[in-house]
């Protein structure tokens, strides 16, 4: 009999555990004759009584297993810890807030039978996403695919399947800055898709703010590009060229060719206009230099990615 593994994140989501058990429950319930589910649970630093639902719901089923973080750190270190925990033929990653429809399950390890590695969830559409967050979201995928070196398929969420294989190269990454679905994409494999609309979030609010997403959105531009590095080398060779030229030509401009428009600029305008672009250019290279230098810094100290206050995981 093949094990299956359902990871769920939970930060604040005491309204939500129970009703995504019952509903896990109810979807699993057809195959119990030919897979093993277990469901996991990672309680990341919750305020409120999440933790005290699922050891509820681990006192009357063993299936359940959780782990409960001793703060919070982030959903991405939170499904990593999931994943390091598997030891299943294959694991399912779904969020707490039933947002990522349970009933296509399934179809998932349908596709995983069929001989696909991993099988990624692609949203068509979120009820409760604003228009800010989905502006942001098609400029990030913009971005992330013309700078980074795998491709991320845009809208593909954390709702995916993935097999042992899989789980085992994943557990290889050593960096505490990540977007796990990005890292997954970066390993290849076998991939299908399954597209679906998102649900409306059952209880609670979204635990991810702006802020977090758009430092989500910076540590997967790091992590899987170093052109953010490379331009302000590439803005240092253009602005050098443009300084250069546009001084050739107010040189010459003036003193050689008498132009009218370049006679109007003073000794003084012309280098102080000159200074304070490059000091601009200057600044905004150490800036990018600085975030770099700070994921090195990062990485090299060696903290451990997460801290588990207890478990139930064997």
């Known amino acids: 009999m093949k094990s299956i ?13 129970r ?15 030919t897979y093993s589910f277990q469901i996991l649970f990672v309680n990341d630093g919750s305020t409120d009584d999440t933790i005290g639902e699922i050891m509820k719901l681990a006192t009357v089923d063993t299936a359940v297993r959780y782990i409960d973080f001793s703060r919070n750190f982030g959903k991405e270190v939170a499904t990593t810890a999931g994943i390091n925990a598997s030891t299943a033929d294959a694991c399912i990653m779904i ?3 039933l947002q990522h429809p349970v009933g296509l399950i399934p179809e998932f390890i349908r596709r995983w039978e069929s001989g696909f590695d991993v099988v990624i969830g692609v949203r068509n559409k979120n009820r409760s ?16 695919n013309r700078i980074a070196e795998v491709h991320v398929v845009p809208n593909a969420t954390d709702f995916r399947l993935i097999d042992k294989a899989v789980v085992n190269e994943f557990n290889r990454f050593t960096e505490k800055s990540r977007m796990t679905r990005a890292l997954i994409d970066w390993l290849g494999f076998r ?17 991810y703010s702006f802020i977090r997403l758009f430092r989500l959105a910076i540590d997967s531009f790091i992590s899987l590009s170093l052109m953010p590095l490379k331009l302000a080398g590439f803005l240092g060779i253009f602005i050098t060229l443009f300084a250069g030229a546009s001084g050739l030509y107010i040189f010459l401009g003036k003193y050689f060719f008498r132009s009218e428009f370049a006679s109007t600029f003073s000794d003084s305008e012309n280098l102080a206009i000159l200074l304070l672009f490059l000091v601009g250019i200057l600044l905004m290279s150490i800036g990018l230099l600085a975030i770099y230098v700070a ?6 100290i060696g903290r451990p990615m997460y801290v588990v206050r207890r478990r139930n995981v064997e």
């Open 5 to 17: 593994l359902i990871i769920i994140p939970a930060c604040n989501e005491e309204k939500n555990i």
């Open 295 to 300: 994921n090195i810094h990062k990485e090299v």
């Open 19 to 33: 009703p995504v058990y019952d509903a896990l429950k109810e979807v699993s319930a057809p195959f119990s004759g």
């Open 191 to 207: 991939r299908d898709f399954i597209h679906f609309d998102a649900n409306e979030r059952l209880f609670g609010t979204a635990s």
């Open 129 to 144: 996403e604003g228009l800010i967050k989905k502006m942001g979201s098609k400029l990030f995928y913009h971005i992330i």
């Open 95 to 97: 969020d707490a807030d």
